[in-house]
């Protein structure tokens, strides 16, 4: 059973049973002390249209919407702790957490994570590089977020490299013809571009991740049959992800707009649960951990 439950992602996580997850993703609020907005807009053509696309062709655009949410803490740290160690407790033996973070917090976050799994347990700083919006002149322009790796035991934790989408090498003409055609693995550096304005992927939620990011670490630290948890999950892409691949998800956020979203989303995946606080589901075949 797959579940989406709405409220506070704390008194949720702590009714269920310990080492419950082999993999959770959380892209909590950067704290960046901004109220984050995003307006959807729907084209059209139109001959008299105001804007103007390939070739000419004119569009007339119409407002579809609006979502925004609040994206500031008094005490960024203090809000994150004790979540942090829910996620600690909930993962496997063989579990892994995937942080998703900003430049503005990413070191400080990584001092409370050491702290809560051992600096043993650091697996990975990851790197997503993008290369969209605008560019300040008056700095290098900000282009990636990061996302902090941490195992529950750094001596018996799932990665299964062989499951991961291959890259292109950035000079095939290096290696030969035959490894240039098979690709490589994905460094801790990835090169992917946001959700495109434009694409069928976008759903309109200000932060959205691209599924290409989800899918990549879903492949990686879980198994089809698995059951992935998120609890700050926004519009939905890490259960998205996990249903491509195979696995449940149980996902958490407080936004109204996120769940409105999420049921939109998921209306043709069979046996998503809607849920409000409350004692959760069990989840049974979860709790199945693996060794490297």
């Not at 049973?17 to 959380?26: C, G």
């Not at 704290?31 to 959807?40: A, D, E, I, L, S």
């Not at 005490?75 to 033996?93: G, N, V």
């Not at 998800?249 to 936004?255: G, K, R, S, T, Y």
């Amino acid at each position: 059973m797959n579940q989406v439950w709405f409220g506070d992602n704390l008194p949720i996580l702590s009714e269920f049973p310990d080492e419950s997850f082999p993999l959770i993703y959380i892209d909590p609020p950067f704290n960046t002390g901004k109220k984050r907005h995003y307006t959807r807009l729907r084209t059209v053509a139109a001959a008299n249209g105001d804007r103007t696309g390939f070739h000419g062709k004119r569009y007339r655009t119409t407002h579809a919407g609006s979502n925004t949410y609040a994206d500031e803490f008094d005490d960024f740290l203090a809000f994150l702790e004790p979540r942090l160690r829910e996620a600690h407790r909930l993962l496997t033996p063989a579990g892994t957490l995937y942080f998703h973070i900003d430049y503005r917090e990413v070191h400080y976050c990584k001092v409370l994570l050491d702290r809560i799994f051992g600096r043993e347990c650091f697996l990975n700083e990851i790197i997503w590089a993008y290369d969209y919006g605008g560019r300040t002149k008056r700095k290098w322009p900000a282009k990636h977020d990061n996302i902090l790796v941490y195992v529950k035991d750094a001596d018996q934790y799932f990665f299964n490299a062989d499951a991961v989408d291959r890259v292109p090498y950035m000079a095939p003409g290096l290696v030969g013809p035959e490894k240039a055609a098979r690709g490589k693995l994905p460094t801790d550096v990835w090169w992917h571009t946001i959700v495109p304005t434009n694409s069928k992927e976008r759903t309109g939620y200000p932060t959205q991740k691209p599924l290409g990011i989800l899918r990549r670490i879903v492949q990686a630290s879980s198994s089809p049959g698995d059951t992935v948890l998120d609890f700050f999950a926004g519009s939905g892409t890490t259960g998205m992800a996990a249903h491509e691949c195979g696995r449940s998800f149980v996902i958490i956020d407080d936004n109204p707009q996120a769940i409105a979203i999420m049921r939109q989303r998921f209306a043709e995946i069979p046996n998503v649960s809607f849920h409000e606080p409350a004692k959760p589901e069990s989840v049974a075949g979860a709790t199945g951990g693996h060794q490297a």
